[in-house]
């Protein structure tokens, strides 16, 4: 079972910044996607930003010039680096990683970190 350590969480004010980082369990080189998606209350789930194994990377509209995904191959570690933030980005973070074995694609999520932004 593949685990996702999240950190970086907490409270801010709107126009502050924050960093979210996500350690996976597993090894660098079988990953080929990680990502990070977030959910407010009474909403669904929806991508934040994805960083894909050529560092290829696409974000929701919503955060495009804001926030910036990027990944730390030595640390096995991917970033969110969040910017500008505004109260409408508050919600859980939850990273997640993509890892291919052979023929099989296998998706996996952390347990989420709280961002909530201050007005």
């Known amino acids: 079972q593949v685990q996702l350590v999240e950190s970086g969480g907490g409270l801010v004010q709107a126009g502050g910044s924050l960093r979210l980082s996500c350690v996976p369990s597993?090894?660098?080189?079988?990953?080929?996607?990680m990502g990070w998606y977030r959910q407010a209350p009474g909403k669904q789930r929806d991508l934040v930003a994805r960083?894909?194994?050529?560092?290829?990377?696409n974000y929701a509209d919503s955060v495009k010039g804001r926030f910036t995904i990027s990944r730390d191959n030595a640390k096995n570690t991917v970033y969110l680096q969040m910017t500008n933030l505004k109260p409408e980005d508050t919600a859980v973070y939850f990273c997640?990683?993509?890892?291919?074995?052979?023929?099989?694609?296998?998706?996996?999520w952390g347990q989420g970190t709280q961002v909530t932004v201050s007005s």
């Open positions: 960083i894909h194994s050529g560092d290829n990377t």
């Open positions: 997640t990683v993509d890892i291919t074995v052979g023929v099989y694609d296998y998706h996996y």
């Open positions: 597993v090894s660098s080189g079988s990953i080929s996607a």
